[in-house]
């Protein structure tokens, strides 16, 4: 059975930072395209970074791109989402996802929530001004 769950969410001002983390049970993070996606009130779920299978490539969104951080720790199972220089735009519950299909493609591709195959319950994220 694989789970995902992430942790590290909270209350933060702008201008500050948080790490969320996304523990992986049940498939290797080296063998699956990772993602992050956020939802915020009223909003469709939208791509924020992914980090593909072999570990070469990640993707950001415009909108987080310079401000945002993925990575990886295969030891530890574990995807990570760094978060610097938060807005109150940047509010919003934050989910991982996970794509076992090993392919190599584009970055419409990867930000396309419908291609991941596995997704966490979430973590909220709310920053204030």
């Known amino acids: 059975q694989v789970q995902l769950v992430e942790s590290g969410g909270g209350l933060v001002q702008a201008g500050g930072s948080l790490r969320l983390s996304c523990a992986v049970s049940?498939?290797?993070?080296?063998?699956?395209?990772m993602g992050w996606f956020r939802q915020a009130p009223g909003k469709k779920r939208e791509f924020v970074a992914a980090?593909?299978?072999?570990?070469?490539?990640?993707y950001y969104a415009d909108s987080i791109k310079g401000r945002f951080t993925i990575s990886r720790d295969n030891g530890k199972n574990t995807v990570y989402l760094q978060m610097n220089s938060l807005k109150p735009e940047d509010t919003a519950v934050y989910y991982c996802?996970?794509?076992?299909?090993?392919?190599?493609?584009?970055?419409?591709?990867?930000?396309?929530?419908?291609?991941?195959?596995?997704w966490g319950q979430g973590t909220q994220v709310t920053v204030s001004s």
């Open positions: 980090i593909i299978w072999s570990g070469e490539m990640t």
């Open positions: 049940g498939r290797s993070v080296s063998s699956n395209t």
């Open positions: 996802a996970a794509d076992s299909k090993v392919v190599y493609s584009s970055s419409s591709y990867y930000s396309t929530p419908g291609n991941y195959d596995y």
